[in-house]
């Protein structure tokens, strides 16, 4: 009987995280000082991060960083993740292509996230922090992190973009579940939030805002940190346990992928399957193609510019050097909530400055088929953000039947859709749309951050 699931023990879940900056022949350009505009030192970052994670942050040498016993033994909650073999979208493509996905759908969050959420809650708690806080759009982010600072002991606040805090609320009560403080953002409990709803009282929120709130809030608490969810470097350095047990799992399989496809938001749970299958590119040479599956309503790698660029719409964020569509780009509301992010990591821009990977971009109608494809063929109901990655493989499988190679495709599920049934409701009611962006539009946010340094 041929093998569906490759299956690895609690012994495998990796030792150490892979830092690919230390094998990268151009490192990413430093993160600048938002006035100063010089490179960023530790010190800059310290009353916000955790001490460590800034180091994990600027770490340029080590490719490997260990990970904490205690993080490995949290990890056993869910992981090794299970790497499945595709059988059944395979014999619907009636495609030669192997399809195998890596499934992170199982943690008990539900996506990916949980990686560095445990990884952070860990760091903090080391240090003597007893409160953290966060923002989160859609909520999967707050929802992993709440689950940690709970099993860390640590107090958390969320700030919860207001439009999200009311359209998912089974997000918001997962948080509560775990014991956090959710704040629909803008609210009154800071400077930044009562300057925005004095001048705009119904002011629904945005993750610029939330981010605001939620820096604000850790300054200004003793003993306070804040945490990120994606596009910082030690967020991908966590998320790559991903990608280092699927390696093992290929191995199980008797294959190597061709092609590894994760969906794009700000990088993280691409960056974790993909970064140790790109070692073997940077290090050994190897032909591998990587690829980003990115929402075409927010298409910074395909469409954007690299340059430096503020990670908020505020502009309180270090410069980052990264593809960008502009801090104050607004993207339409379609239901990856996820992939909503204006600019991409700068680890994983400068990757694609120098052609060691792809992207691609998606149209919201186009993942909601190939997510409903995959859900009647795998049995599995994608998250709307991972369904990108799912219709990227496709794409990949259809190109493998017209050319008749026997391609081996490797994608990234990075989490289930079981709390995001609203959007399969609209899609099958016939109500969604896709989003187009214009050239103008695209335009027109980059010439706002032409002259930012
Ligand atoms: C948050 C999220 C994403 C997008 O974030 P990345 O940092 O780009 O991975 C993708 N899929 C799921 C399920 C998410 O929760």
Known sequence: MDTKKFLLQENDIPRA????????????????????KKPLQPEDLYP?????????????????????????????????????????????????????????????????????????????????????????????????????????????????????????????????????????????STKAGRKILTDHPNYQGSLGTAISEAIELALQTPNCKYTLGSVLNHVMLH?????????????????????????????SNFSGI??????????????????????????????????????????????????????????????????????AGSIVSQLKKDNLMEAVDIKQLDTFEAATLFARTEGIIPAPESSHAIAAAIQEAQKAKESGEKKTILFNLSGHGLIDMAAYDQYFSGDLINCEVTDEDVAKNLEEIKDII
């Not at 995280?17 to 100063?36: E, F, Q």
């Not at 290090?283 to 908020?312: H, M, N, V, W």
């Open 17 to 36: 995280w892979y830092n690919i900056v230390a094998d990268m022949k151009n490192k990413p350009m430093p993160p600048l000082h938002p006035g100063t």
């Open 48 to 188: 916000i991060f955790a001490k460590e994670l800034v180091h994990q942050e600027l770490n340029t040498t080590d490719a490997w960083i260990e990970i904490p016993d205690e993080i490995r033994d949290m990890y056993k909650v869910w992981r090794p993740t299970p790497l499945v073999r595709a059988y059944g979208l395979e014999k619907a493509l009636d495609t030669p292509a192997h399809i195998y996905f890596k499934n992170e759908s199982v943690s008990p969050i539900g996506s990916h996230k949980l990686n560095s959420a445990i990884a952070q809650a860990y760091f903090c708690k080391k240090e003597g922090v007893t409160n953290i806080t966060t923002e989160t759009g859609a909520g999967q982010w707050g929802a992993a992190l709440s689950y940690a600072a709970k099993t860390f002991g640590l107090e958390l606040a969320v700030y919860m973009v207001k439009v999200s805090y009311h359209q998912k609320p089974y997000r918001r009560s997962i948080m509560q579940t775990f014991g956090a403080q959710v704040i629909a953002s803008p609210s009154m």
């Open 239 to 267: 998320q790559t346990v991903i990608g280092l047990e699927a390696e093992k799992q290929m191995e199980m399989a008797g294959e190597y992928p061709d092609i590894v496809i994760g969906c794009f938001g700000g990088g």
């Open 274 to 343: 993909s970064f140790p299958f790109l070692r073997h590119k940077l290090t050994e040479g190897r032909d591998i193609r990587i690829i980003a599956a990115e929402p075409a309503s927010c298409p910074k790698l395909t469409r954007g510019r690299f340059q430096y660029d503020f990670g908020d719409e505020a502009g309180y964020t270090p410069l980052l050097p990264m593809y960008t569509l502009g801090h104050n780009f607004a993207p339409a509301n379609i239901h990856a909530g996820g992939l909503r992010y204006h600019g």
